[in-house]
């Protein structure tokens, strides 16, 4: 009873939303290829906005197998930046296997003006790609907690007509605000989480699209804001005092693929080494439902049963993520989805929630897989170095400047910066891995950067899209799956 009253009552809705959304998997998991087939499905395709300035720069230097990006490049409304883009890093056949990757500058409070462009560009190109070919709208998710790319990466993803912003792993209470004068190309600015600030420092990031734009163009439409929050204290939080509409909410839970929201209180950790996640981290769907913004549940919700089991509960539907990233259009390299779907229909997948990984201190959902990050010898036999620095975090000089440090670079660099150096063990350079997961991985000496493998606990159930003798599935398995439609 309780299932009709509620499906009923939020029928009128769904004309606007889709029920599935496609969550956003960095780095590269949810590329455009992938949104786009979630999208032709009639459901929310969501491209990953996270570190998309470097994986552009990678895939031009690549080649750029199957033209895309330049294909993307070409619909992109300022041609001389594009042009600049293309002529610094596109390398015609690619680079030679053994030549590493150009470097790309650091993020920094104020980026040199070639890093704003790149990310205006880059999350232009992958908004458009995803776009191609159908009509329905598409998402970018983006980690509050990679600040400084937010409004470039928010802009130029706008310019592409992005539908829908989501974004966790932070307080993103500032971003509607930005979003709302980015439509109108106005300047925009975010404020930087950094440690030890004082009052009168200047921790504010400035982008005025003016500064970029090769001539005028009229009003952007401005995307629906969906924070994923793991608590209805922080939606509360979030509708009251951000600085401008947020229209709904991914609702997580810990056995989400990625980052996970760290249990509530002090860490207990269970025999093997997790965090222990108890009452307290289980979110109060009634509250939520009185908030009165649709709200979608992840985490374990890859399910057909799971998906009704949502919409009973008041949800306006589900995000997914697991099921995607290993279905045929992800952006997973070949080898590792296929070793990992292999040990899902085997019944050997091992999912294991390291709390240490990731320097973001969050933690981190890894598949165990030989040859990778999860392996304890493959990660003492990494030289820690830190050249993409995504996960940094913002930290006071003595000087007064804004410094940027990460727990998984050179431990003396780490704590010549003020850094605690109880803070390394175990710290993963995530950056680096997970452009090795996406097939991109930078070349050290005589070998490649080793790849970590982000899952949800739903790696066992994948086997559910497979067909019976094979391990192959689509995009389109998996939305008719959980829609009930096979
Ligand atoms: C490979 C992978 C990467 C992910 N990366 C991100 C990310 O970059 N940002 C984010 O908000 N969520 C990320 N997630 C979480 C998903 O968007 C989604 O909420 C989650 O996977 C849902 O739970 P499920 O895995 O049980 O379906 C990731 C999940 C996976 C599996």
């Known amino acids: 009873m309780i299932w009709s009253k509620v499906v009923t009552s939020v029928e009128p809705r769904k004309t606007r939303h889709p029920i599935i959304i496609q969550g956003g998997m960095g780095v590269g998991i949810s590329d455009w290829r992938l949104a786009q087939a979630v999208c032709r499905c009639g459901q929310l395709g969501v491209v990953s906005g996270t570190a998309i300035d470097a994986i552009l720069v990678r895939r031009l230097q690549a080649g750029d197998p199957g033209d895309h990006m330049r294909r993307g490049l070409a619909q992109f409304p300022f041609q001389r930046m594009a042009a ?22 650091l993020h920094v409070k104020d980026d040199p ?9 880059a999350n232009f190109v992958e908004v458009t790609l995803a ?39 932070g307080i993103p209470s500032r971003i509607p605000g930005a979003m709302d004068r980015l439509a109108r190309h106005e300047p925009a600015t975010y404020p930087l989480y950094v440690a030890g600030a004082e009052e009168g420092d200047d921790t504010t990031v400035r982008f005025d699209p003016r500064e970029f734009m090769e001539g005028d163009l009229p009003p952007l439409a401005r995307p629906a804001f969906l924070p994923i929050v793991a608590s209805h204290v922080l939606a509360a939080t979030l509708l009251k005092k951000s600085n401008g509409s947020v229209e709904g909410f991914i609702v ?26 108890g009452k307290r981290d289980i979110v109060d769907l009634e509250k939520m439902r009185a908030l009165g913004v649709p709200f979608w549940l992840a985490g374990g919700y ?19 993520g697991t099921a995607f990233a290993f279905c045929d259009e992800s952006g997973l390299q070949a080898d590792y989805k296929q070793a990992l779907r292999d040990k899902a229909a085997n019944g050997t997948a091992r999912v294991f929630t390291d709390p240490l990984a990731s320097p973001t201190s969050f933690p981190l959902k890894v598949a165990l897989l030989e040859g990778t990050l999860s392996e304890q010898a493959v990660y003492e036999a990494r030289t820690r170095v830190c050249d993409l620095g995504y996960l940094r975090e913002a930290y006071r ?17 780490y704590v010549s910066k003020g850094g605690d150096p109880e803070d390394v063990a175990g710290r993963k350079c995530i950056c ?13 000496g005589n070998g490649l950067e080793p790849a970590i493998i982000t899952t949800g606990d739903a790696l066992e159930g994948i086997t559910q899209f497979m067909p019976p003798g094979g391990t192959a599935y689509t995009a389109a398995d998996v939305v008719a799956r959980l829609l009930g439609q096979y």
């Open 397 to 413: 000089t003595p000087d007064g400047q804004v410094g940027f440090r990460c727990a998984g670079e050179p431990v003396s660099v």
């Open 113 to 121: 003006r070639e890093l704003i462009e790149l990310c205006v560009a």
């Open 252 to 277: 997580e839970g810990p056995t989400a693929g990625g980052h996970n929201a760290p249990p509530r209180g002090k860490l207990q950790l269970n025999p093997a080494g997790e965090p222990v996640y």
């Open 432 to 444: 680096n891995a997970l452009m090795a997961t996406m097939g991109y991985p930078q070349v050290r």
């Open 302 to 320: 890859g399910d057909a049963g799971m998906l009704r089991e949502a919409l009973s509960s008041g949800a306006y539907g589900i995000q997914v």
């Open 84 to 105: 600049r883009i293309l002529e610094r890093y596109y390398i015609p056949g690619g680079k030679a296997p053994r030549r590493p990757y150009a470097p790309m500058p």
């Open 131 to 169: 776009r191609e070919n159908h009509t329905h709208p598409v998402g970018i998710n983006f980690l509050e907690k990679i600040q400084v790319p937010h409004v470039p990466s928010l802009y130029g993803a706008m310019l592409a007509g992005v539908s829908y912003v989501l974004m966790g792993a």
